[in-house]
């Protein structure tokens, strides 16, 4: 059993309310089934649209940006040392992920296709720290 994940759908305006949005929604329907796919993922940008064709808000996506100089008075443990990632480091990294998602509603399972975009093994345009 899986999750699917669905891109943006958007129609052009001068094609609008033709229901072609909902088509191509529920036309993924079978292969997702046929994949194992027994729910799906997205972010909504109208929700009404999802909401006719079964979907439902579940949950939120929120991103949080600090400034770093926010942190400048914490005290550093003596035996922590911060230095870049390396590819050495993959393997704890995606490690670390299992056990922090193992105990996490909502992580996604991810197998190693999924890694490889998110972490490539050469961690060619990452940065990792």
């Known amino acids: 059993m899986g999750l699917g994940g669905y891109s943006p759908v958007a129609v052009a305006p001068e094609f609008r309310g033709r229901g072609l949005a909902q088509a191509i929604i529920v036309g993924h329907y079978d292969d997702m089934r046929q994949r194992g796919e027994v729910i799906a993922g997205l972010f909504p940008a109208a929700v ?4 006719k064709v079964g979907f439902e808000v579940a949950g939120s996506y929120v991103r949080r940006k600090v400034p770093a100089a926010l942190f400048a008075d914490l005290a550093l443990a003596s035996n ?7 590819v050495a480091d993959r393997g704890a990294i995606i490690g670390c992920w299992e056990r922090l998602a193992g105990r996490t509603h909502g992580s996604l399972v ?13 961690f060619d345009g990452v940065e990792v720290f």
């Open 48 to 51: 009404a649209l999802y909401r």
């Open 80 to 86: 922590v040392i911060v230095r870049r990632g390396q």
């Open 110 to 122: 991810r197998d190693e296709h999924l890694w490889r975009g998110r972490l490539p093994d050469d």
